[in-house]
Each structure stands twice: as C-alpha cells, then as structure tokens.
C-alpha cells in the first residue's frame, strides 16, 4: 500500500513521465502504485482539490460516498487519491455520460451526483473524464472539485485571459494526431500535444 508519509518525504522523484498519466487546466495526474496524485499547476488547482475534500466529507456524512473517490491527503502542491482505470475515450475525446441508461452507474452513485448537482454546487459532472472504473466494472467519482462558482468567477477569466488552457480537440503541429491540445487564450499558435512538449 502506497505511503502518504513516504511520498511526502520524497515527492520530487516521483514526478515524473513515467508516471504521467493526464492532465486538465490546473492539475497535473502521476500514478504511484495504488494511488494517483493530483499536482497542482495554479492555485485553482488546489481549490478544486480542497473542494473534492470537503464534498467528499459531505457525502460520507449522509452515507452516499460509495462510488465516490476520496481525498487521502491535500497540501498546496499536490492531492492523493485511490486509482481507478479510466474509462475509454471515443474517437480520442471523453464523452457526457447518460446517467440514467448507463449501466455501470450504481443507485449510490445516482444519488451522489443528484446531492452534488443540486446541493453542493457541482459543475461538468457527466464528462467521461471524471470517472474511473472499480473493480466490479461500475463507475467511480474521480474528478468533481469544479464547482459552478469557481468556474463561473475565477476559470472562465483566467482562461479569457491566456493564463489557464482551454482544450481544443484538433491535430498537433508536430506528431500530427489530432488529440486534445491545451490552447492558451486566442493568440495562443503553438498547436503541439503535451506528448510533444507543450503543457
């Protein structure tokens, strides 16, 4: 089982490209054995982990925190969490889940999202990309951080102004696949992949 105590004391080494496995606009993912941690890239990133925490909490209180991934650990730079596969993403993008015909999604977990989306604020919650999979083939909470204020308030400017990437599904300058690029504001040209260096 993966240290938390252990990571903290050598968490340099480990960030690595070997270890990458994704990245959105304000956390960066590493696999560690049994755990994935979140780097935080900006300060929204920590929010958005801090946010995971506390909605985690919240669920756990009310019995609805089963298909929900918890927050082991959360400083300023990084958040531990368990890992779960990721689900498939079609035509190389993640795709909006349909919540009531899917069948991976548990009764648990359905009541989960409706106490998110109506109660605590959540935003982006059908994305593919903010699921794994369990061991039993059922959807797994792994992304919900974002919050409709947050991203009305703070990521939305920050992302008008150049300072946070938008995703844009088109093909890279260098390899030439078309994949999702993190494009910085409109005057932003540089179309590579973050395969090809750009973050």
């Known amino acids: 089982m993966f240290s938390i105590v252990a990571f903290t004391q050598r968490s340099v080494d480990l960030f690595d490209e070997e270890n990458f496995i994704g990245i959105g606009s304000t956390r960066k993912v590493y696999r560690i054995e049994d755990v ?34 918890p927050i082991l650990f959360v400083n300023g ?5 368990p890992f779960y596969e990721a689900l498939p993403l079609q035509n190389g993008e993640t795709y909006d889940l349909d919540w009531k015909a899917d069948q991976r999604i548990t009764t648990d977990l359905r009541q989960a999202l409706a106490e998110i989306s109506e109660n605590l604020d959540g935003f982006d919650l059908k994305d593919s990309g903010n699921y794994g999979i369990d061991s039993e083939g059922k959807l797994v909470l792994i992304d919900y951080g974002m919050t409709k204020k947050l991203y009305e308030d703070q990521w939305v400017p920050l992302a008008e102004a150049g300072v946070l990437p938008q995703i844009y599904f088109e093909h890279c300058q260098v390899c030439g696949q078309e994949k999702e690029l993190r494009i910085y504001g409109e005057a932003d040209r540089d179309r590579r992949c973050v395969a090809c260096g750009k973050e």
């Open 36 to 69: 994935v941690v979140k780097k935080h890239l900006h300060e929204l990133g920590y929010m958005q982990s801090v946010n995971e925490q506390n909605i985690y909490n919240d669920l756990l209180a009310k019995d609805l925190a089963n298909n929900i991934a």
């Open 77 to 81: 730079k990084f958040a531990v969490q």
